[in-house]
């Protein structure tokens, strides 16, 4: 089974997912993808050896993007910390097979815009006392697919933004590529 992974940033949920994989011959990560070219995630491809694709908003709406996926004969689309809103020609392509990570208990702290400091800023916020992890199907609205998954942890009212991400990143580098394996299997 082919994974591609689509990363905006750092990409440490992308090194998790080869890492827990890579003695797991039946599943391979074929590439990862990105949409910034100064995104964190090519160096962790150049490092772990995994081609990465970085494109531009052309080669989305051209279809090129698409088009390399299914050249990659692709089972499964992970994206993690990916920033951009799935075209819906995605997401009708492969029904069930987007999946997403929210660092947030949804559907509190979601929608466009809301991503990395600024979820944890607004748990903050508004003095909730847990977070965590949510992972869904992407349909073609910003973190509203089927939720697959769930995983919380306390915060504290002394936690910071930054507290909370560090729980939060736990969570996401635990269970993210357990769940993956089992939509695979
Ligand atoms: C994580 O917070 C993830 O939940 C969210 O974007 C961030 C990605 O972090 N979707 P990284 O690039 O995997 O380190």
């Known amino acids: 089974r ?8 750092s990409g440490s949920n992308a090194e998790q997912i080869v890492n827990y994989f890579r003695e797991k011959e039946s599943v ?7 949409n910034n070219a100064s995104a964190g ?8 050896g995994i081609p990465t694709v970085v494109f531009g908003p052309e080669a989305q709406k051209s279809g090129a993007v698409l088009q390399m996926m299914v050249d ?10 990916y920033l951009k809103l799935i075209p819906s020609e995605w997401v ?5 097979k987007i999946v997403n990570i929210h660092p947030a208990l949804l559907p509190k702290h979601g929608g466009k815009g809301m991503y990395g400091m600024n979820v944890h800023r607004a748990v ?6 847990e ?3 949510t992972i869904h199907f992407v349909n073609d609205k910003y973190d509203e697919g089927q939720v697959i998954f769930q995983a919380s942890t306390a915060v504290e009212s002394f936690d910071t ?3 909370v991400q560090r729980k939060v990143q736990v969570l996401e580098h635990k269970h993210f590529p357990a769940e993956i394996e089992k939509l695979l299997s």
Request: net charge negative.
């Open 131 to 133: 977070s965590g992890i």
């Open 2 to 9: 082919n994974i591609v992974i689509f990363a905006s940033g």
């Open 28 to 34: 391979k990560i074929v590439a990862f993808f990105t």
């Open 92 to 96: 009708s392509a492969y029904p069930n």
């Open 72 to 81: 990659l004969k692709t089972d499964l689309i992970v994206l993690a910390g």
């Open 124 to 129: 903050v916020e508004n003095g909730d006392t």
């Open 41 to 48: 995630v090519i160096e962790r491809g150049r490092r772990l």
């Open 161 to 163: 933004p930054e507290d």
